[in-house]
């Protein structure tokens, strides 16, 4: 999270350690951090419509479903591939989808439910709060999925297989990145 030096819009600050080396990943990852500090800005500058706030929680949630089912999509045919085909450890695999299975189908569906049941009972000043409790919820999950986990030590999920592709030779590097366009490329 950004520290007191830190311009006081900025919710997550981009660190030199979340860069991946695949160049679609890095943009999503950025993209998604872009996001979330767009959201804290408006709350503080107060962008939010507080008389009728519902329809800026849908766009939130509507946004970061359809943008985390392509971002995770494409993430796990990158991890499945290293493990196909350059000995990556597959038992970080299944435990990193299976955490992405638990954004989208209960941190997201969850809030998702919670949005619609204030929206019909016409809570307003409820659906205010959870334009924070929603950031807050959704960032704390983003941020340890892709940064270094320095609380146990523990690399995130995410930064398991980008230190493993980091360690690649340039030669297995360029190898990968191909393997990953004919991928896409078959998937078209
Ligand atoms: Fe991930
Ligand atoms: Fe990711």
Known sequence: MADSTENSLTFIVWMPEYNCDIAIINCQHKDTLLYLNRWFADI????????DPSQYLLDKIKYLKHFSCQHFSFEEDVMAILSAQYDFNSGSFYPHVAEHRMFSESLLA?????IDHFIKCGNVDILNDLIV??????????????AKDTKNGRPSFDCEY??????????????????????IELSD
């Open 44 to 51: 503080k500058l107060r962008r939010v419509n507080m008389d």
């Open 133 to 146: 409790e929603s950031l807050r919820d959704v960032a704390k999950w983003w941020y340890n999925h892709i």
């Open 110 to 114: 969850v809030l998702s439910e919670q």
């Open 162 to 183: 980008m230190a493993f592709i980091r360690a690649m030779s340039p030669d297995r590097k360029l190898q990968l990145l191909n393997d990953i366009l004919t991928k």
